[in-house]
């Protein structure tokens, strides 16, 4: 690298460093506080370092009598600092404001005499001398404030004001408290659910239902399922309207689980934990289900079976003869298997037969439906002896003639139990509306 060369005619013509310092500063340089204690510094010397930055901002010294707290505890301070002759040869050199000039003359005392004393019993049966000045200085203490601003108190390290400041810190007001904590009780009728949670443990091994990952809240349904902490669980009710502090749909549910416990989850709450919970998942609902909840089927409604009508594929000319020939059967199965065998089965005349309808039926006693039905229809019902395959005779039971229509009401009127105000036209073979007469009360 080549030497520089310096001009000394241009270095002649720069001012000295004398001249830098002596001249006007007009960006406020050389305008630098006085040092301050380091974090290292001893206690007294950061305390009274709090002391002498009050007179920089205020111009005066403390007062004891002010009405601001952090003012009457510099002041008392200051005050013990003056009477401390320990003191004074370690914070001469930080006294910047020459505070400690003025200090206080001690209280005259009496020569040889003693502070009067008076004798307290505490707690524990001890005698205690305490000093009447004590005395005075604890009947004077009425409040935190007097506490604070006490000597023995001053004394102490405050610790960085600008702790209690704080500026990045919200103070908002809390959520609304919940009107109930959940809690987990016995399920007193877990019988009922029961054989839920087995369908659905069971459609989960099939593959008939899914389980997905829950991802959000959104408005539920009684007979919802999940699955939370590795537990099913269903939605049995879902409470009144109501909404959280945040204007959110938030209704208490009756939540059970398949242990037999029951609780009262908020929605929201409810939610938070499934989302929460790694192994959280939602049971999606089957097609079937969502028919059923669309008709008002809940989860509690026990399946009984199918309600079926066919009509026979027969060719034998003594039933070809029969108008609206109708069998109305009840399965637990499907129609579909219920019929399979219809050709080897007297039930269905031992002949193909063509499925017209079916009716899905919840809390019904077969057998209680069979005797209303017969009942109902047993104008309609064919009187007839037939001979099966095996040469011996038998007598249908479930075949009528009647309409397909007229047959379905009947049905669903016995299902809802509005059949008693109906009875059937025999020569029509239609369902009709009973008459009453309003003085006799008879049909």
Known sequence: MPPINHSRRKASSRPSLEEI???PDEFGLLDVEAKKPTVGAPLEVSNFEQISAFVDQHGRAPKADSGVLQEKLLARRLRSYRVRGDLLSSLKSHDRHNLLLESASPPEQKVGSQAEERTTVTQDGVNRSVAKGDTNQEENVT???DIFASEAFSEMDQGEESLFHPVH????KSREDPDEIAQRRVCPDFYVFEPIFKDLHSKLRTGEVKAARFQQASQVQPGDAFILEGVMCLIDEVGEYRED??????????????NGTESNHLLRSLAKRLYQDPTGRRIIRDAESVVEA???VSH????????????TMSDKPALREIPNLLKIGYTELTVDERIKNAERDTAFLEAPVKKLASIECYNLNPNKFETLIHGFLHAQRIKMTLTGRDGKEYHPREWFSVPLDTAREVVKRIIDGSIIQYRM???????????YDRRSNQT
Not at 300 to 311: E, L
Not at 425 to 435: C, E, F, H, I, S
């Open 21 to 23: 310092f002596d001249g």
């Open 143 to 145: 409040s935190l404030d």
């Open 169 to 172: 810190v919200s103070f908002e």
């Open 245 to 258: 502090g945040d204007g959110r749909y938030d209704p208490r549910l009756r939540l059970i689980f398949e």
């Open 294 to 296: 669309f008709n008002n």
């Open 300 to 311: 509690k409604d026990k399946r009984a079976g199918q309600i079926y009508f066919v009509t």
């Open 425 to 435: 036209d025999n020569t029509t073979g239609r369902l009709v509306k009973k008459n």
